[in-house]
């Protein structure tokens, strides 16, 4: 039914043949094509608008992964998009429950699924959570509405709070508190009434239960099929009662699921459950993932550029192994390094990442290093001829006089920056010795997943190369690096990169 997103990209990219950076041109192109997708899922306009401009600086400029089409790579870049927006602070399916007994305030339209979702939340909380709940429906226009909550509740186990005729909804809430306290409940869950429209006297009514109630969580029950007006509804419900939490039913139809975007993007409330089903146990907590693929009618792109990117790491690291191995470090390979710590927030942002690093950094800091140097010491290395770069044991007085001249700058600086590379070159060199398996797993390390956590302070200082133990502990300690923001475009490619360094590949 709907033409897939990334077979729409396709034909925006053919023209792009060679693997390289998006470009404005291109990635403007390919969002026009988005913002068809995402309207074509129901996501209202201005969202779709305001989510296809923070895609596009994203993309602009991106490296295009090895092995996927800059199509696919768009594709995932507004999918990991995607993902961020669905994504609110509260934990899905995570209510607030604790101090008994807490009142649980549902609102929404007529046949939204309200009464329904109460069940289902209350058949959650008693069977996952071991909590005992107490329901109680406050439609008193509907009859039919109280009878309907009594047999979803015998059908799940769950109490219902005893109908008493021509009570008015504060009452009914105030008994059910009261019936909660008394019965030692751990939940009480308040079913209000619908309307078809929200009118008046519906939200005066929440707001007067509301009041007496003072719930813990108000969720507010949407049909995820009902798009733009779902988003409407949940932002008057918000403004006038409050809500901390949304629940999209029918997100099992046909449904694209846009709703939900624009939902979290206009309302800024979190999704807590979907409702996937007439059953009793057809609520599941919001998966964004999920609704993100579906959202973009694509599923196995996103695996498919990972994959690619997982294998280009790997082939990067084999890479790294080699040149390790042979010690291989020249000031190419420095140059490289020096951009990258500028792009990468300087001297500070690098604190401590490599083996040896941590030693040198003190030494660095005592010489009163700063980013100007950097920059300067990348203008020495300009000054080098080809032969020179790649072989800077060349490097004698007449040599380096002419090279500092080029540059601007003193001998002793140059000096400086040679004693710099000898002592990564080393730390190259022995790493090289350390064994295979020792690299293996280091290598493996720098392209491992996860945060800053592991690294070692400024003042770590070098393992011991020999020292089986000592590098698998730096390698570990490296293993944080790849969360890093930025990424080192080109470095991988190159091979040749102080430890530490080729790890932050083509990340976003
Ligand atoms: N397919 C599907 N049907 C659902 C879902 N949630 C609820 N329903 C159905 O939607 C219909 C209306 O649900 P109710 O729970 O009665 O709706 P309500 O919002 O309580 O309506 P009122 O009590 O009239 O205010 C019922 O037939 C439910 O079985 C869902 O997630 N998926």
Known sequence: ????????????????????????????????????????????????????????????????????????????????????????????????????????????????????????????????????????????????????????????????????????????????????????????MLDTAGRLHIDQELIAQAAAVRDVANPRETLLVVDGLTGQDAVNVATEFDDKIGVTGVVLTRMDGD???????????????????????????????????????????????????????????????????????????NMNDLKMQLEQMIKMGGMEGLAGMMPGMGKMQKQISEAGVDDKMLARQIALINSMTKKERANPDLLQASRKKRIAKGAGLEVQELNRLLKQHRQMSDVMKKIGKGGKGGLRQMAKQLMGKGGMGGMPGGGAGMPDMNDPKAMEEAARALGGMKGMPGGLPGLGGQGGLPPGLSGFGKKK
């Open 1 to 188: 039914m709907f033409e897939n997103l990334s077979d729409r990209l396709s034909g925006v990219f053919d023209r792009l043949t060679k693997q390289g950076a998006l470009s404005a041109d291109d990635v403007k192109a390919a969002m026009r094509e988005v913002r068809v997708a995402l309207l074509e899922a129901d996501v209202s306009l201005p969202v779709a608008r305001e989510f296809i401009k923070a895609v596009e600086s994203k993309a602009t400029g991106q490296a295009v992964t090895k092995s996927v089409t800059p199509g696919q790579q768009v594709v995932k870049i507004v999918h990991d998009e995607l993902i961020h927006v669905l994504k609110g602070d509260a934990e899905p399916g995570a209510l607030k429950i604790s101090s008994p007994p807490a009142p649980i305030l549902m609102v929404g339209l007529q046949g939204g699924g309200k009464t329904t979702t109460t069940a289902k939340i209350a058949k959650r909380l008693k069977e996952r959570e071991g909590k005992k709940v107490l329901m109680a429906s406050l439609d008193v226009n509907r009859p039919a509405a109280m009878e309907q909550l009594a047999i979803l509740g015998t059908q799940i186990g769950v109490d219902t709070l005893p109908i008493v005729k021509g009570e008015d909804p504060v009452a009914i809430a105030k008994r059910a508190k009261t019936q909660a306290s008394l019965g030692g409940y751990d939940v009480y």
């Open 255 to 329: 449904g694209r699921g846009g709703a939900a975007l624009s939902m979290r993007a206009v309302t800024g409330k979190p999704i807590r459950f979907v409702g996937l089903g007439e059953k009793l146990d057809a609520l599941e907590s919001f998966d964004p993932e999920r609704i993100a693929g579906r959202i973009l009618g694509m599923g196995d792109i996103v695996a498919l550029v990972e994959k690619a990117q997982q294998t280009l790491e790997a082939e990067q690291a084999e890479r790294m192994i080699r040149r390790f191995q042979k010690g291989q470090f």
